[in-house]
């Protein structure tokens, strides 16, 4: 399982939070604009970076620039 040895792997780039304003999902707690993220794997769809918990989470990839 790939996924488990995200946190300890080498961060690919590092994000900014644009905006947490999400129409279905809450990440308003999990993410705030403005701050930086090291991202540790991409999608096509989606960006996989340390969040406020200090847990690796999927998120859009419209909520970074």
Do not use: R
Not at 1 to 27: E, G, Q, R, S
Request: proline share 0%.
């Amino acid at each position: 399982m790939l996924h488990n040895t995200w946190k300890d792997a080498k961060t690919i780039k590092t994000v900014k939070c644009v905006h947490t304003d999400a129409k279905k999902y809450l990440v308003s707690n999990v993410l705030t604009a403005g701050k930086t993220y090291e991202v540790k794997n991409e999608t096509d769809e989606f960006i996989f970076v340390i969040d406020n918990t200090g847990n690796i989470g999927g998120f859009y990839k419209e909520y970074f620039e």
